[in-house]
Each structure stands twice: as C-alpha cells, then as structure tokens.
C-alpha cells in the first residue's frame, strides 16, 4: 500500500488480497490486484496525487461486478452443437462447421 493511505483502504486491500488468495490467485497476483483495485478507488475518490482518465471515467470495479466477464462469449461450442446433433440424429453432422451445425439444430 502507498504511504498516506487511510485504515479504510488498509483495510480493503486486505480484503481484496485474501479474497483473490481463497480463489487460489498466487500471493503475488493477489497482492497486485488488491492494490490496482484501491489504487483505482483511491483515484476516484480524489485520495491520490495522480489519476489516469480511466481510472476516473470507467465504471467502478465494485459497481461492474462482473458485468464485463464473458462480454466475447460465442455461445455454445462446436462439439456440444455436434454432440445435441447426434442426439437428433442429424445426418452430415461429422463433416459440418460450427455455424452449419447452428442451422441444422434451428439456432
């Protein structure tokens, strides 16, 4: 933790370093992330000398809350989409790309 900083952010880092800890994060790892998370409280919070545009302008980690995990996700896979076509007996599935065997199964 930086010097200056207030027994509230002491406290929270420790809260964020154990929790990623019994997530089984590295002590390393979990250092790093707890102190970027209060670096990035204390930025918004005007706590700090310096802060970067986004750790003002972005949304709060503890707002966010994992809205942004999965943002990429693709839906199902392939071999699961091979796998409910073989349940359907759909003819060709074996030789069918991903998107052909959306078709097939009416995706």
Do not use: C
């Not at 930086?2 to 952010?9: A, H, L, T, W, Y």
């Not at 002590?27 to 750790?55: D, P, Y």
């Not at 980690?61 to 693709?74: F, N, V």
């Not at 989409?81 to 759909?90: C, F, G, M, Q, S």
């Amino acid at each position: 933790m930086p010097r200056g900083s207030s027994p509230k952010r002491e406290r929270q880092y420790e809260h964020i370093k154990d929790s990623e800890l019994e997530r089984g994060a590295s002590k390393q790892r979990a250092e790093e992330i707890a102190a970027r998370t209060v670096n990035k409280e204390r930025a918004r919070h005007g706590e700090s000398k310096t802060a970067s545009r986004s750790s003002v302008k972005d949304m709060s980690s503890a707002k966010r809350g994992g809205q942004r995990s999965h943002s990429g996700s693709q839906g199902p896979t392939k071999e699961q989409l091979y796998n409910e076509a073989k349940k359907r007996d759909i003819h060709g599935r074996s030789t069918m790309t991903k998107k052909e065997l959306e078709r097939a199964l009416g995706r």
